[in-house]
């Protein structure tokens, strides 16, 4: 499958709402980034953030070239200019039909390709719920190593989650 990566945009917002249909799957793309339920208040304030000449965050919908259908949304932020790296952050296959057939590894992967080539960053790195063990499994087959684990780290209800973090290198990828 060939992915294109689109900016996204205030017309995207009702199909991200929509595909954010728990809490639990809300924690696992976002983290506490957002709060249980995702609104379009939450996503116009995310998307300002990508706004403007040195936006805080590259934000895009995932394009199926061959079909036109969107099918996933992903983030590049956390840049750091003078060490030329950058994290991966909020990636989500959209629809549940479509999760567990590879979009995800492809939709990275097309990231990677825009960060290295484009951007000229040197290094990429992730966070990931440890319980998210399909995220971690599609990072490790596009290259990304493990770096360690932030233990209970985000508070989430009455509970912890740690976070795994990964890593990958342009002369590695």
């Known amino acids: 499958m060939k992915i294109e990566l689109l900016p996204f945009s205030p017309s995207d917002m009702d199909r991200l709402i929509s595909w954010v249909d728990s809490d639990e799957l809300l924690l696992s793309w976002a983290g506490t980034f ?4 995702l609104t379009r208040e939450q996503c116009q304030n995310y998307w300002q953030t990508s706004q ?6 590259l934000i895009f919908k995932a394009l199926n070239s061959e079909t036109g259908d969107v099918v996933g949304h992903i983030e590049l932020d956390g840049f750091d200019y003078e060490n030329e790296s950058a994290f991966i952050s909020r990636v989500l296959v959209g629809a549940n039909a479509q999760r567990g057939l590879g979009i995800g590894q492809a939709i990275v992967l097309e990231l990677v390709d825009m960060a290295f080539t484009q951007l000229s960053l040197h290094r990429l790195a992730v966070g990931v719920m440890e319980f998210n063990a399909t995220a971690i499994r599609c990072y490790e087959k596009c290259g990304f190593k493990y770096e360690g684990c932030y233990r209970d780290i985000v508070k989430y209800g009455d509970g912890y989650h740690s976070v795994v973090t990964m890593s990958l290198l342009r002369d590695e990828w």
């Open 34 to 37: 957002f709060s249980s339920p």
């Open 52 to 57: 403007g000449e040195s936006p805080a965050r």
